[in-house]
């Protein structure tokens, strides 16, 4: 019996250290949704505060609970603190919680387009496993 324990022990001890090597569970970021930035016309000189923003671009995230329309709103910034729009309020509710609660989401990106009279901007949004 005492033998058959330092086998199972030996083995055991094997398959921890392969674990080493597994990924760690939520080690990457977690796409969430793909959506436009809203209210992008309502902001004044949106070409100019995004100017520098391409696709690919970081943008940022910020919860902005006393908003009067919406206390789940989400504020879209640049990188150097320019608000350029909101998350739609439709996707807010899931997505507010989940900062509330600490997580960290980010925004990049994935389209750029000057429509007829607005600026469209579509962004990923990831939630950061820190």
Known sequence: MANEIAVIEKNWLSLAGQAADLPVPF???????????????????????????????????????????DELAILVETAAGEKIGYVPRKHNPILARLMDAGKQLAAKVVRKELEEHWLNIRIAIDMKEV
């Not at 436009?36 to 943008?59: F, S």
């Open 27 to 69: 080690e990457q970021d977690i796409f969430l949704l793909e959506c436009h930035v809203a209210r992008t016309m309502h902001v004044d000189d949106i070409l100019i505060k995004t100017k520098d923003v391409v696709v690919g671009t970081a943008l940022v995230l910020r919860r902005e609970p006393m908003n009067e329309r």
